[in-house]
């Protein structure tokens, strides 16, 4: 046992936060979720309290050379707002661990801030408090965030039922496709520095990858209209990787329809450029920060016309298929690295 070393890469992300939750026991009865959902749910009588946490590192999440420290304080809030969207919750606090070097400047800090200003602006979010330490690995930005909703509305990973129908907001892929952008032309740049940069064309990519916005929007919409999803999920991974979640969470079964994934124009062109198929991207590529429900039947008729909300398919009772339609009418299982048609 002491001489055995597991290289974390063998389990995966998701392996090793299942393997933490096998040692966790929970001792209080207020924690009525744990570790498993977009946030953790907390008794607070009429209400249940949503906590959660995300950190950003330079270097693994953002890359500063075309990162505006202003957009990156607003993605950070905005990435935690996402997973209190995402349990239907509304955001109301949140705290802010920063780790700087000395390569900061107090304006670069200002900068920040005033994105993560705006953010709490847009969400009505108050900061509370946080952490400040020095760090050898450049900026790290930790922000927990605390939300609410009223007892019986929490939507959980975990409620999709046979025959409800899936959801996603939104359009899907651009934020991979606006990092594809982004990323060449860094090394257009660090090849010819007089070069300017043509974003313009990529505009919208590019704002999907540096300014996500959480639907908080959607969240007040389907209150208005009575409607509580039967699950939710944020869209952070990719819609593959969130599809096997509800269905693993739920015990049911996905299948979706390739030619009902949103995708908008421009990320279309732009995939084509790339020489990606936009599907691909739309399944594994991450970050759009959409949400993804499912509803009952009997929702439907009040959600139909909306214009921003997609139908993509529907849940089925056999856990063990999760499964795509393609547009030549093949089925093909979904798999957290999604499916590629290039590989076929
Ligand atoms: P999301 O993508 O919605 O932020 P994650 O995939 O990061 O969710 O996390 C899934 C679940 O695992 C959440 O309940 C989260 O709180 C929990 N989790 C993630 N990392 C850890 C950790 N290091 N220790 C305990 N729980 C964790
Ligand atoms: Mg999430």
Not at 40 to 66: K, N, P, Q, R, W
Not at 68 to 93: C, F, T, W
Request: aromatic residues 6%; hydrophobic residues 40%; proline residues 3%.
């Amino acid at each position: 046992m002491a001489n055995e070393r597991s290289e974390i890469a063998s389990l995966g992300e998701f392996g090793l936060i299942n393997r933490i939750q096998q040692h966790v026991t929970i001792q209080n009865s207020s924690s009525l979720k744990g570790i498993g959902d977009d946030a953790a749910v907390i008794d607070a009588g009429e209400e249940s309290v949503l906590l959660s946490t995300d950190m950003l590192m330079e270097g693994i999440h953002f890359d500063l050379s075309y990162v505006p420290l202003q957009h990156l304080g607003y993605k950070a809030v905005a990435v935690n707002v996402s997973d209190i969207a995402a349990m239907n919750g509304r955001p109301e606090q949140i705290v802010i661990g920063l780790g700087l070097s000395n390569r900061f400047s107090v304006e670069a800090i200002d900068a920040l801030y005033s994105g993560i200003r705006a953010a709490c602006e847009d969400y009505a979010v108050d900061l509370v408090g946080g952490d400040t330490t020095s760090s050898a690995s450049g900026l790290v930005i930790s922000i927990s965030i605390i939300g609410k909703t009223k007892k019986g509305n929490v939507v959980y990973r975990s409620g999709a039922k046979n025959n409800d129908i899936i959801c996603v907001t939104g359009d899907l892929g651009g934020a991979y496709l606006g990092l594809q952008v982004l990323e060449r032309e860094k090394q257009v740049f660090l090849t010819n520095p007089e070069m300017e940069p043509e974003l313009e064309k990529y505009e919208y990519v590019v704002g999907r990858q540096l300014k996500p916005k959480a639907r908080m929007d959607i969240i007040h919409e389907l209150e208005e209209l009575n409607i509580i999803p039967t699950s939710m999920i944020d869209i952070s991974d990719g819609l593959a990787s969130e599809l096997l979640h509800i269905s693993e969470s739920s015990n049911v079964g996905v299948k979706i329809f390739e030619d009902k994934i949103p995708i908008d124009s421009s990320a279309f062109e732009t995939a084509m450029e790339f020489k990606l198929d936009p599907f691909v991207c739309a399944l594994n590529g991450g970050e759009d920060y959409e949400l993804l429900f499912t509803i009952n039947l009997a929702d439907f008729e009040k959600l139909k016309n909306h214009p921003d909300i997609h139908f993509i398919g529907h849940i089925h009772d056999n856990a063990k298929q999760n499964v795509m339609i393609t547009k030549q009418e093949t089925v093909v299982p979904l798999s957290a690295q999604g499916w590629n048609h290039l590989k076929s």
